[in-house]
Nanobody, 114 residues
Framework: VQLQASGGGLVQAGGSLRLSCAAY????????MGWYRQAPGKQRELVAE???????RYLDSVKGRFTISRDNAKMTVELQMNGLKPEDTAVYYC?????????WGQGTQVTVSS
């Protein structure tokens, strides 16, 4: 299974970005899909996740600003990020998991300037 993330970039505080992850997996609809991020010197953390059934969960600090969505027909998962803050600056990773398998995409850099 390959995951291809895109959509990062440089944006001013208060701006928006949309990350996209394309998955090449016929069983995509059965995967829990998520976005993680890792800032310099910090541990990787879960930002948002959507289950195979469509339920979602978010990091507290992004609730109300970020929205995760999936399109099983297109085999994509997206993260709409609004109201970006400098503390959102990190490398963002797409993850797909279906026990016992766990797949990660390459990271995409998000930089928010103040």
């Amino acid at each position: 299974v390959q995951l291809q993330a895109s959509g990062g970039g440089l944006v001013q505080a208060g701006g928006s970005l949309r990350l996209s992850c394309a998955a090449y997996a016929s069983t995509f609809s059965t995967f829990a899909m998520g976005w993680y991020r890792q800032a310099p010197g910090k541990q990787r953390e879960l930002v948002a996740e959507t289950s195979s059934g469509g339920s979602t969960r978010y990091l507290d600090s992004v609730k109300g600003r970020f929205t995760i969505s999936r399109d099983n027909a297109k085999m994509t998962v997206e993260l709409q990020m609004n109201g970006l803050k400098p503390e959102d600056t990190a490398v963002y990773y797409c993850r797909g998991r279906l026990w016992p398998n766990d797949y990660w995409g390459q990271g995409t850099q998000v930089t928010v300037s103040s």
